[in-house]
């Protein structure tokens, strides 16, 4: 088989590198790919953005399946636009991508279904939602409706902080259109687990359960980011929390998008609460997470295309889904600064240290190479996942493996997956 993935950062890496490993796969290609993923793939330079040169891009080498990575392209459609050509492609249509690309779909979808969530109101006027913010009670949760780099979720502690949101989001158009409508919903606290799930429209697979951390700084502070490393699987997540959101989560969101007109293939991300009160759903994302892929992928046992395969041709209840009775922990290698201001374009040494191995993966999430050097490319640069018999002794490989690891303005948060020891 002839295989494209779209995207060029870490979750598209540890995709790649994982697609590679299958037996039905003879040549790779990835859009636009980085320095890391140019291991393992031929990348080529279309931008995601550009979906009528990709899907051409696939007709002229016939390509006989293209995987899409990030949100944005599914956002936008460019599964239907692969689709109208005749080819074959992996993730959700545009009907089926709201999930993630409206916040407000997804709560509506989860009131109408009864699917647990925390209870919230929709506001398309900055007048109203802070009337509402008047009889409030605090901490409150002020979201916009839209994609927003993963910083479109703000916690507010008290009314002034609500209405500075509020007012940033709908009127200074912090995130761009993407706060034209705002959601405002009831804080809601409990351990974080991050659940991917590949669905073929009718059946829902999950997969090893993950943690994320979203803030740049030690000890859950700073701002948040994309995400600053990752461990798998989550101890929170129990056989009992599993059962239940099994029950109550995973198969009404397939029945629910099923019902709407909507079916849903591809990966389903779903973000849950912990709450004392059982699980609940914080979001929806309808690709891998970044940076969970990274610990994720390297724990899945089976042949990812063969498992792409059953979600497209609808066959999953008869995969067989095992995962590695291990541990992983990946720890983002940042450039100083972000999610805000950085600079770029530093070398990056030591890399040679990690060729190919089962227990390290360095996946690529923003590098470029130029004149045989490897270059620091964005604000995460590296996740360095390692593998352990047990969480502990994955995090300890795993740093011990970041110290490997240099460039100029490299940061790193020092306690990915330190608060479960
Ligand atoms: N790590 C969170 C996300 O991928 O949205």
Not at 149 to 173: H, N, R, W
Not at 236 to 241: Q, R
Request: glycine share 8%; charged share 25%; with cysteine.
């Amino acid at each position: 088989m002839k295989v494209l993935i779209i995207g060029g950062g870490g979750r598209e890496h540890a995709i790649a590198w994982k697609v590679a490993k299958s037996s039905k796969v003879k040549k790779l290609y990835c859009a636009p790919g980085n320095a890391g993923i140019q291991e393992c793939a031929e990348c080529i330079e279309i931008p995601v953005t550009n979906h009528e040169k990709l899907s051409d891009f696939a007709l002229s080498k016939e390509i006989d399946l293209t995987i899409i990575g990030p949100d944005d392209p599914l956002a936008a459609g460019i599964v239907d636009v692969f689709e109208k050509k005749g080819l074959r492609v992996f993730g959700p249509r545009r009907n089926a991508a709201i999930i993630e690309s409206s916040k407000i779909f997804a709560k509506d979808l989860m009131k109408k279904y009864n699917i647990p969530s925390a209870a919230y109101e929709t506001f398309s006027s900055p007048d109203t939602a802070i009337e509402y913010l008047k009889t409030s009670k605090y901490p409150i949760v002020i979201k916009a409706d839209g994609l927003a780099l993963g910083k479109g979720v703000l916690i507010c502690m008290d009314y002034d902080e609500a209405v500075k949101a509020v007012k940033s989001i709908m009127v200074d158009k912090q995130f761009g259109l993407a706060g034209n409508r705002i959601i405002i919903e009831d804080f809601i606290e409990g351990p974080e687990v991050s659940v991917l799930a590949f669905c073929d429209g009718t059946h829902i697979l999950p997969m090893t359960s993950a943690q994320d951390h979203k803030r740049a700084l030690d000890n859950d502070m700073g701002l948040n980011t994309g995400g600053m490393g990752t461990f798998s699987p989550s101890p929170f997540y129990t056989e009992k929390v599993d059962e239940f959101c099994k029950q109550y989560i995973y198969q009404p969101t397939m029945d629910a998008m099923k019902a709407e007109g909507r079916d849903f293939i591809g990966i389903l991300f779903i973000g849950l609460m912990l709450t004392e009160d059982g699980p609940k759903v914080l979001e929806y994302n309808a690709r891998f997470g970044d940076p969970e892929a990274q610990v994720v992928l390297p724990r899945l046992k089976n042949d990812l295309v063969e498992v792409f395969e059953a979600c497209i041709d609808g066959g999953l209840d008869e995969i067989d889904l095992s995962f590695e009775q291990n541990a992983a922990v990946c720890v983002v290698l940042a450039s100083d600064g972000y999610p805000e201001k950085y600079d770029k374009g530093f070398e990056i040494q030591g890399l040679e240290d990690f060729s190919v191995t089962d227990e390290y993966h360095v996946f690529h999430a923003a590098t470029k190479k130029e004149n045989g050097r490897i270059l620091t490319n964005g604000g995460r640069v590296l996740g360095v996942t390692a593998l352990g018999s047990n969480l502990k002794e994955a995090r300890a490989n795993a740093y011990k493996a970041t110290e490997k690891i240099y460039f100029k303005n490299k940061y790193m948060r020092t306690d990915i997956g330190k608060a479960i020891e």
